[in-house]
């Protein structure tokens, strides 16, 4: 059973970078067939794709968040990581980690999401 | 990049069909076939509900489809459900290799 799960500070200052990691279990990051993305959902509003990543490093973001967002892979750790610089009260969301299918048009699992705050 | 526009609301009593609209432009929905559908209950996570415009994955209920004319996809469920009521997005893949998703829509049984 593939399982996704994220975690970091729930709490970040304005100004600062947020940093999130998402470890994946039942399932290989270094696999060819997926992409591993983050989707945030600002309270009562609705989802936004933030990036993707593949197993090589490639990327693609958000053109509206591309200056600001920064993802990796740990293929070792079987994990991959967001950060976003210079953040704002805009920037309050639930953060999911999502997994999409290569070559599809689907993202098959969620984590349950973690809810990062911006406030000094 | 834009949201993809859904109604905000709908609305449906149980036995019933409803049909929410998803559109966007010849650049996501109308260039791609990489339409799929995810619900929402609240406090949890989203569910694929379906992919590639129509398909559904295993599990989830044959009264949920998906169609897609133009710019516009759609997602029908007949049949409606208690269980049903819940937020629902779409999302479309993109000719800059991202991914967009619609404002989302609010399903109330009545």
């Known amino acids: 059973q593939v399982q996704l799960q994220e975690s970091g500070p729930g709490l970040v200052k304005p100004s600062q970078t947020l940093s999130l990691t998402c470890t994946v279990s039942g399932d290989s990051t270094s696999s060819g067939n997926y992409y591993w993305s983050w989707i945030r959902q600002p309270a009562g509003k609705g989802l936004e794709w933030i990036g993707r990543i593949y197993t090589t490093g490639s990327t693609n973001y958000n053109p509206s968040l591309e200056s600001r967002v920064a993802m990796s892979v740990d293929t070792s750790k079987n994990q991959f990581s967001l950060k976003m610089s210079s953040v704002t009260a805009a920037d309050t969301a639930i953060y999911y980690c999502?997994?999409?299918?290569?070559?599809?048009?689907?993202?098959?699992?969620w984590g349950q999401g973690t809810l990062v705050t911006v406030s000094s | 990049q834009s949201a993809l526009t859904q109604p905000a609301s709908v609305s449906g009593s149980p036995g019933q069909s409803i049909t929410i609209s998803c559109t966007g432009t010849s650049s996501d929905v109308g260039h791609y076939n990489y339409v799929s559908w995810y619900q929402q209950h609240p406090g949890k996570a989203p569910k694929l509900m379906i992919y590639d415009v129509s398909n559904r994955p295993s599990g989830v209920s044959n009264r949920f489809s998906g169609s897609k004319s133009g710019n516009t996809a759609s997602l029908t469920i007949s049949g409606l459900q208690a269980e049903d009521e819940a937020d629902y997005y779409c999302?479309?893949?993109?000719?800059?290799?991202?991914?967009?998703f619609g404002g989302g829509t609010t399903l109330t049984v009545l």
């Open positions: 999502a997994r999409e299918e290569y070559n599809s048009g689907l993202f098959d699992y």
């Open positions: 999302s479309s893949f993109t000719t800059t290799s991202t991914w967009v």
